[in-house]
């Protein structure tokens, strides 16, 4: 696979910030190589192949956008797998992941401040 926005795998994952214990983790996929080489509908082989077949696809988000969709599922069900609530996010501020949701819902420990270069 590749890295990037063209990458066909997204992980997220939530991580306790003074113990590094990983509390909860998803893995988004945009791609079956099972389904893309796989026999197509028509072919003999077709039916024994999709009565077996468990496809790794569980998103149509691109490589940008699984990042939000990965920390939303993870957000959401924090009560139901944790019975807790997370209240505070620790990142660089360099995804939309933060200001399309967490931002007025969160606090932010850290932001990675950007500055603008003009070269003339």
């Not at 797998?81 to 850290?110: E, Q």
């Amino acid at each position: 696979m590749t890295r990037g926005h063209s990458s066909h795998i997204g992980v997220g994952v939530v991580i306790e910030l003074f113990m590094g214990l990983v509390l909860d983790f998803v893995v988004l996929s945009n791609f079956c190589a099972g389904c893309e080489r796989g026999p197509k509908v028509g072919d003999p082989a077709y039916q024994a192949w999709k009565d077996n077949h468990v496809c790794q696809k569980n998103t149509e988000k691109k490589a940008g956008e699984m990042e939000v969709k990965a920390g939303l599922i993870l957000f959401l069900r924090s009560l139901q797998r944790h019975n807790l609530r997370y209240t505070t996010i620790l990142s660089d501020g360099d995804s939309a992941l933060t200001w399309r949701w967490w931002m007025p819902k969160c606090t932010v420990l850290f932001q990675r401040q950007r500055k603008t270069v003009s070269i003339m």
